[in-house]
T-cell receptor, first 113, second 110 residues
């Protein structure tokens, strides 16, 4: 099925460990995004990539890096995980600028102990 | 970016119409109003978007008054499966950023 695929779905890390969250979309969308959602809260934008080859900071970029590997894939890296990064991470993609065209993945639940 | 304010939670019963109002007093001329729905353990899903007056699709209606300082999402005859968090967002035509607030947690009871 077409959509946004995130891996892994669940992950537990120890403080200081690093890991990369993977995201891939098969809708030929130009733009991709990474959000985090803390319990009972709305989503906060971490980084986004308006098009292949570009990335920009969102609301909460500190502690994260991203790579737009190609048009399909956008990865999020935690270099040294901290308990404050415990959250659910959502990847999204869109064809054009516009609030109506976002497709979200099912999320990665990350716990940092 | 325009700030949005919406109720934290609402309760309803099956078969009722639910109206969720969102305030966005400093909305700009080029801003659009968008609503997303999020079920537990899932990513948000687009519901409806509008610029002014009324927009209707198979899921909901969106009412926007002339001054555009607020908008109302209307869900006709809700069912238990409409229990979710509903986000009102304002996005700029020139921006790639879709910024979410805390949303309204809707609980539909039998």
């Amino acid at each position: 099925n077409a959509g946004v695929t995130q891996t892994p779905k669940f992950q537990v890390l120890k403080t200081g460990q690093s890991m990369t969250l993977q995201c891939a979309q098969d809708m030929n969308h130009n733009s991709m995004y990474w959000y985090r959602q803390d319990p009972g809260m709305g989503l906060r934008l971490i980084y986004y990539s308006a098009s292949e080859g570009t990335t920009d900071k969102g609301e909460v970029p500190n502690g994260y890096n991203v790579s737009r590997l190609n048009k399909r894939e956008f990865s999020l890296r935690l270099e040294s995980a901290a308990p404050s990064q415990t959250s659910v991470y959502f990847c999204a993609s869109s064809e054009l600028r516009g609030g109506d065209g976002y497709t979200f993945g099912s999320g990665t639940r990350l716990t940092v102990v | 970016l325009a700030k949005t304010t919406q109720p934290i939670s609402m309760d309803s019963y099956e078969g009722q119409e639910v109206n969720i109002t969102c305030s966005h007093n400093n909305i700009a001329t080029n801003d659009y109003i968008t609503w997303y729905q999020q079920f537990p353990s899932q990513g948000p899903r687009f519901i409806i978007q509008g610029y002014k007056t009324k927009v209707t699709n198979e899921v909901a209606s969106l009412f926007i008054p002339a001054d555009r300082k607020s908008s109302t999402l209307s869900l006709p005859r809700v069912s238990l499966s409409d229990t979710a968090v509903y986000y009102c967002l304002v996005w700029m035509d020139s921006s790639y950023k879709l910024i979410f607030g805390s949303g309204t947690r809707l609980l539909v009871r039998p």
